[in-house]
């Protein structure tokens, strides 16, 4: 996926995403309504041109083992029809899948755009919440699940109905009676499909799906997380927990089998060919021996009873298909209705690039407020380091301008405006960032640094990377900058933020939020966010989260934040020369005199 396809593709459920609003199914499929129905014309067409080759081997043989001189122009007629049947048949067929696979590939990639364009949307505290296993498995293997529901189970269904349909009203015009008697095999099978939709299968099913979602976060979690989990001797625990995940499948899909496979050996005694034909024959026997049938009149039901059998064999074969279909939908549709952050109606344009906190409170979780009544403003032009403790508040303030969150009380306002009502594509043209974990994308590194400026020459590219402190690195991978990351080249932590910083530069946003990497601390990052902070400020409004001296010395003003709140506040040189809270903290981490 890339970041275009993130950032909003075009297809046909775009807009159906509606806040909130799950679409219906029928509505993420209406779309194809014509090429549905297509399918399932040209299927019946089919299915129902098989049937005449049947039919005419039947009356051929009831006509030719009937008394009496046979009528050759009907003899001929009905072998014609049986061919033409015939290759009617394979031409329609043939295109039905042709087509049928067509809709399917186009139901797949659109239903994928839309997820994927969905994902691009939603706020990211609800990303946070999910596991990646499982959002992998609602755009892989749930989109690919709803292919037999879409394509083909309808057109296979209504063909399996139709053709049994037709022979019925034949067989019906043979002898009414023995008619009945054919039916009595599908009559049983009938009785055991309720079988297969009591709650306690639907649950199995249910069951069977999460079990797959947890293999699916466990090897996520276990690739993710391999160099922690191998650094901390902990393989073989990531190991036990993937193999648990692994046999609570097995065991869950187990019991699914287990209900399943009783009910199927009943159908599959029932529908079997032994069975049906000997119910057709004692049947027929008794009516022949009592004189109500003739002989003849036995052939039709031998050569068209096993087909009557079609619709419960493909009930039973295509439910549990078309349950998982079901309940994949119905996953798709909620990942398509989670709502986007609120876009204002009318977005107005901030007047500059004033930012201001007013009494800002926020909890992610109702009742424990971790933003507690932050005041604060960033002028144009000046630098405001924010410092603290570890969960102090830093990160959520920081995570409060790009709307990651909205405040739970207070404004955010830029230039005046509430954010609220800014649209958020202006926002992110106005404001870029530098978070800690860098997320650089499997490109090319022109790529990864014009990520926000896609119209930006190589130029443009190269003076970022200067300014960033990465210029002479990327020249020394092997593509230089047209290197693809993760491919032919791996990047260290600081040379990653250096290329994020980079990118943020690039973005030409009036506001830069920095949220200083203390895991990185390496020279060259040091002197990148210096050189950063010391080119841009006299033209940008910018907010770094500082962990270290020089960062706090290069800022215009310092504010200390503790327990979610500002505890102290001023520039650089009256804080450290002051008793305050800032300079007891910094004391007791070890602080010193900025190099
Ligand atoms: N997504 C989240 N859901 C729930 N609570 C969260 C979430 N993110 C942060 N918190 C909590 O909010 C509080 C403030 O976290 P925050 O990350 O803003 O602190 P910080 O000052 O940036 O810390 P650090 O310097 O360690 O990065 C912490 O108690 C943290 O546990």
């Not at 049938?293 to 036995?298: F, G, N, Q, S, Y």
């Not at 992610?364 to 933003?371: I, K, Q, R, S």
């Given at each position: 996926m890339t970041a275009t396809d993130l950032a909003g593709a075009s297809t046909p459920f775009t807009s159906t995403a509606t806040a909130g609003e799950p679409p219906s199914a029928a509505r993420l499929l209406r779309p194809f309504a014509g090429s549905f129905a297509a399918v399932v014309v040209l299927q019946v067409i089919g299915a129902v041109a098989g049937l005449a080759p049947l039919l005419a081997v039947a009356e051929l043989g009831r006509t030719l083992l009937s008394p009496g001189p046979v009528d050759r122009g009907h003899v001929w007629f009905v072998v014609l029809a049986g061919v033409a049947g015939l290759l009617v048949r394979l031409l329609f067929t043939a295109a039905s899948a042709g087509i049928g696979h067509l809709v399917d590939d186009q139901v797949q990639l659109s239903l994928r755009r839309a997820l994927a364009a969905r994902l691009g949307r939603v706020p990211i505290g609800w990303l946070a919440r999910r596991r990646t296993g499982e959002l992998a498995k609602v755009v892989g293997d749930d989109v690919s699940a709803v292919h037999p529901f879409i394509a083909h189970a309808p057109s296979e269904l209504v063909a399996a109905f139709v053709v049994p349909l037709v022979s019925l009203v034949y067989l019906f015009t043979v002898d009414w009676r023995l008619t009945l008697i054919t039916l009595i095999p599908v009559v049983l099978a009938v009785a055991l499909v309720p079988l297969m939709m009591t709650p306690a299968r639907l649950r199995e099913q249910e069951e069977f799906d999460a079990a797959m979602g947890r293999i699916a976060n466990s090897v996520v979690e276990f690739v993710q997380g391999i160099a922690v989990v191998k650094a901390f001797g902990g393989a073989g625990r990531a190991h036990r927990r993937f193999r648990t995940a692994t046999e609570d499948f097995a065991r869950v899909f187990f019991r699914w089998v287990r209900g399943l496979s009783v009910i199927a050996a009943g159908m599959q005694l029932a529908l079997s060919p032994p069975f049906v034909l000997l119910v057709v024959l004692i049947g027929g026997t008794v009516l022949i021996t009592g004189g109500g049938?003739?002989?003849?009149?036995?052939l039709p039901f031998l050569l068209l009873g096993l087909g009557l059998t079609a619709p419960v064999a493909a009930l039973g074969h295509g439910f549990d298909d078309l349950q998982a279909a079901r309940r994949a939908v119905g996953r798709i549709r909620e990942v398509l209705a989670v709502p986007s952050l609120p876009e204002p109606s009318q977005p107005v344009t901030p007047r500059g690039h004033r930012v201001e906190l007013r009494d800002v409170r926020f909890a992610?979780?109702?009742?424990?407020?971790?933003?507690r009544g932050i005041d604060l403003v960033l002028e144009p032009g000046t630098v405001t380091a924010l410092v603290g403790p570890s969960g102090s508040g830093k990160s959520t303030v920081v995570r409060l301008l790009p709307r990651f969150f909205d405040p739970t009380h207070g404004s955010v306002t830029l230039g005046g405006v509430d954010l609220r009502e800014i649209g958020s594509r202006e926002l992110y043209r106005r404001v870029s960032f530098v978070f800690q974990d860098t997320v650089l994308l499997r490109a090319p590194v022109t790529d990864n640094i014009a990520l926000a400026a896609p119209g930006a020459g190589l130029g443009d590219v190269v003076r970022a990377a200067r300014l960033a402190n990465v210029h002479e690195r990327i020249l020394a991978l092997?593509?230089?900058?047209e290197s693809v990351i993760g491919e032919d080249a791996v990047l260290s932590g600081g040379e990653a933020q250096r290329i994020a910083l980079a990118r943020a530069v690039l973005a030409d946003a009036p506001i830069l939020v920095l949220d200083e990497a203390t895991a990185f601390a390496d020279p060259q990052t040091e002197q990148a966010v210096r050189r950063t902070l010391t080119t841009l400020n006299s033209e940008r409004t910018i907010l770094v989260i500082a962990h270290r001296l020089e960062t706090i010395a290069d800022a215009d003003t310092v504010v200390m934040l503790e327990h979610g709140k500002v505890a102290e506040r001023g520039s650089p040189a009256e804080l450290l020369a002051g008793n305050g809270r800032f300079a007891s903290f910094w004391q007791s981490h070890g602080g010193g005199e900025p190099r």
């Open positions: 049938l003739a002989p003849a009149d036995l992610y979780e109702p009742g424990h407020e971790v933003l092997p593509r230089g900058y």
